[in-house]
């Protein structure tokens, strides 16, 4: 198999991290609660990956970094967590779902949503997005890269409009965390959720999110947290104030191993392979007949992502031609990506998804090319 499904979840992980895991399994206990070595070894690990990702989104403290299962449960966190009925806030049609039904669970309890229209390229107007700033606005909520057509949205441009009006600025970094440079204090987020299982590299069921302090956040858990056992409301500390239960310390030590292999191999080395294998790929189907690819590959950052369509052919017909045929692994149908889908004008047909990992090879992307080739010809 091909796998080109990766910023869905990334198949292929670096060894160390499911060395990691089953290292974990038989060894570690549960984190804060005890002092036996089980425990202090769950401990020590979970806060060698706090400091890891706290290096890598230049958090200005370890303990502003809350685990999470993934991104949707970290947005959730966030947006329920900040907002209240009266609030207004500015969001774009680029947004995944776990953007997007969270703020529209808000909306049905009496908080004002604008969402920010793109052009034909699927980008956003900065201008617009400080026009439809109200004297309610709480906060800009936004991905960085969007998950269907892979376009970026600048956040030290939206960090300076959302600072200069005294908003919050929340950012879902789902498809960048671990690929692009993110620098919270640079570019003045508020709250940056992200997954550990994409561009991390790390397991499935881990993620988390960056508060910074002083960012109140009302908890979305309260139970468990190994300290101030008494007290009847939850600990407001962080990280622990959001953090109710046992974390995942099997998966963080997976995630701890993925994050020395970006540390070892560099980011940049990796974002630079990706993009390579996605211009590749895009530079040979747009020279095929009757496909339709949707973006802006004009601009210089992008996600490896390349979308597309075959003339009017359904997106999951032709996603599993590719897979049953040339056994190449895409992603059809909607990405959870429901406005981004009416903007482009594919909400009936879908389309199909490539995006590329730096473990992928131009060899398969040759491949992938002429399976394209031979599925628009016939």
Known sequence: MIYMDNAATTMQKPKEVAEAVVQAMNSLGNAGRGATEASLSASRVIFDTRER????????????????ANSTESLNIAIKGILNPGDHVVTT???????????????????????????????????????????NTRAIICTHGSNLTGNMIDLVRVGEIAKA?????????SQTAGVFPIDVQQMQIDILCFTGHKGLLGPQGTGGLYVKEGVKVRPLLSGGSGVDTYNPHHPEEMPTALEAGTLNGHGIAGLNAALQYLERTGIDTIREKEASLMRQFYKGITQIDGVTVYGDFEAEKRCAIVTFNIGDYDSSEVSDELFMNYGISTRPGAHCAPLMHKSLGTEAQGAVRFSFSHFNTEEEVEFAIKAVRELAAD
């Open 53 to 68: 990702l706290s290096r890598l989104f230049h958090a200005e403290n370890p303990k502003q970094i809350a685990f999470t």
């Open 93 to 135: 049609v680029l947004e995944h779902n776990s953007v997007l039904r969270p703020l529209f669970e808000c909306r049905e309890k009496g908080m004002e949503l604008t969402i920010l229209p793109c052009d034909c390229k699927g980008n956003i107007s900065y201008e617009e997005m400080e026009k439809a700033i109200q004297e």
């Open 165 to 173: 009006h005294g908003l919050l600025f929340v950012v879902d970094a």
